[in-house]
């Protein structure tokens, strides 16, 4: 993961701040990164109380959307 930049992952739907600080805290800092990290260990990270409702995979698209606009 990229220690200088960490990006603002609430400008992806459905991330809020609570996640933003879980991916964070397991290193997931930047747009790449999170780009890269499969959606099963985005899960496993933020542990959402209902796991259907959220898009990781989207999450994923946006934050590869994102990267390359940066």
């Not at 990270?45 to 259907?52: A, S, Y």
Request: charged share 20%; proline share 7%.
């Amino acid at each position: 993961p990229t220690e200088a930049l960490e990006d603002d992952f609430t400008r992806i739907n459905g991330i809020g701040p609570v996640y933003q600080k879980r991916l964070k805290l397991a290193n997931v800092r930047s747009f790449v990164d999170l780009a890269c990290t499969h959606p099963a260990t985005i899960l496993a990270i933020i542990q959402p109380r209902h796991p259907n409702m959220v898009q990781v995979h989207q999450w994923v698209a946006e934050a590869r959307v994102l990267a390359r606009a940066e």
